[in-house]
């Protein structure tokens, strides 16, 4: 699996943004079939200063939602990514 694939997108919501700032733990929305290892590599990867210290992964299921014709639409499942990067910053987070 190629290390773009691996990572899809950063998750910014409340929590995440407090994390990044008291812990300096950020959030990735990565690929279903990726493991801690890939994760790790393509971060330092693609952010070459930073060093990944710990990967946390949570498995989070698909949501069920009726639409307008009270037909069930499905939306994909997701996993979130939370690592620990002692002295180095991410720049995509940064001057949000």
Same mark, same amino acid.
């Given at each position: 699996?190629?290390?773009?694939?691996?990572?899809?997108? /950063?998750?910014? +919501?409340?929590?995440? =943004? &407090?994390?990044?700032?008291?812990?300096?733990?950020?959030?990735?929305?990565?690929? *279903?079939?990726?493991?801690?290892?890939?994760?790790?590599?393509?971060?330092?990867?693609?952010? /070459?200063?930073? +060093?990944?210290?710990? =990967? &946390?992964?949570?498995?989070?299921?698909?949501?069920?939602?009726?639409?307008?014709? *009270?037909?069930?639409?499905?939306?994909?499942?997701?996993?979130?990514?939370?690592?620990?990067? /002692?002295?180095?910053?991410?720049?995509?987070?940064?001057?949000?």
């Amino acid at each position: 699996m190629h290390i773009y694939e691996v990572l899809r997108r /950063p998750l910014l +919501t409340e929590k995440t =943004v &407090r994390q990044r700032e008291l812990a300096n733990q950020y959030a990735f929305e990565i690929d *279903r079939r990726a493991n801690r290892h890939q994760v790790k590599e393509a971060v330092e990867a693609v952010f /070459p200063n930073v +060093t990944v210290t710990n =990967v &946390r992964i949570v498995n989070m299921p698909a949501k069920h939602k009726r639409s307008l014709r *009270r037909q069930v639409v499905r939306h994909n499942a997701e996993k979130g990514l939370r690592n620990t990067g /002692p002295g180095g910053s991410i720049q995509v987070f940064e001057g949000i």
